[in-house]
């Protein structure tokens, strides 16, 4: 792994709205991008961050420091970044799971 990982303030956008569980459109709509464009980001935060899932992306972004640790009313068990990501490929839903925590639900879209 790298000494020091630097992304973009992009990235970061993207990264902590995939903590909070958004699907790749809702990041596009709340950063006025394409899905494209957050599909791009996502493939840079993957390579930066040496993984192969948004989950392990999310997970990674904690240990590094990179997102904020929930607080005390978001903290319902572990990690309350708790959420599915769903992915539009060619018209096509694909989904991943993010990060399961101990007393939420994880419901696919």
Known sequence: MQDAIRLTPREIDVLQSLAR?????????????????????????????????????????FELRLLARPGPQEDAGAASAARTVATQTSGVSATSTVIASAGGSSAAN
């Open 21 to 61: 569980g958004c699907t790749y459109v809702q990041v596009a709509d709340q950063l006025g991008v394409s899905l494209n464009t957050v599909a791009s980001h996502v493939k840079n935060l993957y390579r930066k961050l040496e993984v192969r899932s948004a989950r392990s992306a999310v997970w990674r972004g």
